[in-house]
């Protein structure tokens, strides 16, 4: 596709729920990102992902959280027993190598655990 | 780990005006510096970018300068227009992929 795209935009759960974002790179860019945004804050490093492995997943905040890359393209996080705190905005990015390269970021999707 | 601080966290501007944000970073290895702008309900978009083999970097309206020694750069936009108005991120990163953004500067330019 033209961009990166993210769905669903947004998305509304109830605390205890199981959710799943799913980001969609730029075609033939190898490298995904996964960041989240807390209101009025710059992203922060969640997991990234080279080819289909997991090469830093250093920013998962603990175990609920787990994301996969199964063909190399179509990424999905997975949050598990949503917490309120898990409210924020969800961004993916790409970029074409890991080299300091572009990264393109997606629309995010905005997740509200209520 | 990178630490990366962004001033001011406001600026508001008058149309034409120029307009200048100031980040530091704490790890000397970072070697890559990119500049993201947000609009609301939007995604960062990479506006420009510098690396550490360059002091300085222009791109029409848009600027950028790096400071290896003191560990900081800066974005300047020059002759401000209302669609300048977003929220700007700096970032750094001395890790191959992973970026350390600073809290972002709402600019608001004023017609």
């Known amino acids: 596709g033209a961009g990166v795209s993210q769905t669903p935009s947004n998305k509304v759960t109830e605390k205890g729920k199981y959710v799943e974002l799913r980001c969609d790179p730029i075609s033939g860019h190898t490298a995904l990102y996964w960041y989240r945004q807390s209101l009025g804050q710059g992203p922060e490093f969640l997991i990234y992902f080279q080819g289909t492995g997991a090469a830093d997943d250093s920013g998962l905040p603990n175990d609920r959280f787990f994301a996969v890359r199964p063909e190399g393209s179509v990424s999905t996080l997975k949050i598990q027993r949503t917490e309120r705190g898990d409210s924020a905005v969800y961004l993916c990015?790409?970029?074409?190598?890991?080299?300091?390269?572009?990264?393109?970021f997606g629309q995010g999707t905005r997740l509200t655990v209520v | 780990g990178e630490n990366v601080e962004q001033h001011p966290s406001t600026l508001s501007v008058q149309e034409g005006d120029s307009a200048v944000i100031k980040c530091t970073y704490s790890?000397?290895?970072?070697?890559?510096f990119p500049w993201y702008k947000q609009e609301l309900g939007k995604g960062p978009q990479l506006i420009i970018d510098?690396?550490?083999?360059?002091g300085e970097k222009k791109d029409q309206r848009i600027a950028v300068t790096l400071n290896k020694t003191a560990k900081h750069f800066s974005l300047h936009i020059t002759e401000t227009q209302p669609e300048d108005s977003a929220v700007y991120f700096c970032a750094a990163t001395s890790g191959r992929y992973k970026l350390s953004f600073g809290a972002g500067t709402t600019v608001t330019v004023r017609a």
């Open positions: 790890d000397s290895a970072s070697n890559y």
């Open positions: 990015a790409s970029s074409s190598t890991e080299q300091n390269t572009e990264a393109f």
């Open positions: 510098i690396r550490s083999n360059v």
